[in-house]
């Protein structure tokens, strides 16, 4: 087959679909890979690296899309979708759920398209989508610690606070792989944490994992409750391949205190 990744068009997207380590398996495999040069620039990779790897490196997405199989990060954008043929086969993250003209032009063009974030183990688990929810969560805790400094419009707290202070009160809504590891990072930082979940059974593991946090059964009241009084808010919801529910009202956010932050995960998926 051949297999081919191009360089990432979105705003600010650093990663790409394929590793001088995985070009190498996939050769090694019989396969051809064709690799946009510069597609690895963003993680240090250069053509050389995927040259050695066995990738012919292609000047252009064009080429690339000569390709049977197409592997990348983010959803296609525009001009890419407009590449898509019937005898392809993309395999990526898509997020269709809040981008129905993506939705709509994958449909036309007949390809095979495979979402990372859909893919589903044996156990009802969601592999691909996993690795990057850890990523998430633990860089939201750090980013809304940043965001809570003074000198970024933040409140000016530390989420530990020091002896004399009290730490940040800080809320997950949502105990799934994101808010577990949002969970790990805020209570490592010694802030005060509370997470609320729908489903018993994930409270009490993040209870037996946590001893310290909070636990509560999500519902509005619950909801209204914590939000308002938090300093760090972070969204961590997900219902797989659906628009994410929206929970945090416009009312909630202008009550809460003048500098505190909330970081939504689940903005990919229309946000929470």
């Not at 395999?91 to 063009?109: K, R």
């Not at 930082?189 to 909070?214: E, S």
Request: hydrophobic content about 45%; aromatic content about 2%; some cysteine.
């Amino acid at each position: 087959m051949r297999v081919g990744t191009p360089t990432e068009t979105k705003t600010a997207e650093r990663r790409v679909g394929l590793t001088p380590v995985s070009v190498r398996e996939l050769a090694a495999h019989g396969h051809e890979v064709l690799v946009q040069s510069g597609a690895g620039a963003g993680i240090g990779a250069s053509d050389e690296e995927y040259a050695g790897a066995g990738a012919t490196i292609v000047g252009s997405a064009e080429e690339v899309f000569e390709a049977e199989l197409i592997v990348k990060v983010k959803e296609p954008q525009a001009p890419e979708r407009a590449m898509l043929r019937s005898d392809h086969i993309l395999f990526t993250y898509l997020h269709l759920a809040p981008d129905p003209a993506q939705a709509d032009d994958l449909v036309a063009s007949g390809a095979a398209c495979i979402a990372y974030e859909t893919v589903t183990d044996d156990h009802g688990h969601l592999p691909l989508l996993a690795p990057m929810s850890k990523v998430a969560g633990r860089m939201s805790v750090q980013a809304g610690a940043n965001w809570l400094e003074s000198a970024h419009g933040g409140a000016g707290i530390l989420l530990g606070g020091v002896p004399g202070v009290a730490p940040a009160e800080v809320t997950v809504i949502g105990g799934g792989v994101v808010g577990e590891n949002a969970i790990q990072m805020a209570v490592g930082l010694g802030a005060n944490v509370t997470v609320l979940d729908k489903v018993p059974a994930v409270l009490d593991r993040l209870d037996a994992r946590f001893p310290a946090i909070t636990t509560v059964h999500s519902t509005r009241a619950a909801l209204e409750h914590h939000v308002v009084g938090s300093d760090l808010v972070i969204g961590a919801v997900l219902v797989p391949g659906a628009k994410a529910p929206k929970l945090v009202t416009a009312e909630m956010v202008k009550q809460m205190r003048p500098g505190s932050v909330l970081v939504d995960v689940a903005i990919d998926q229309g946000g929470c």
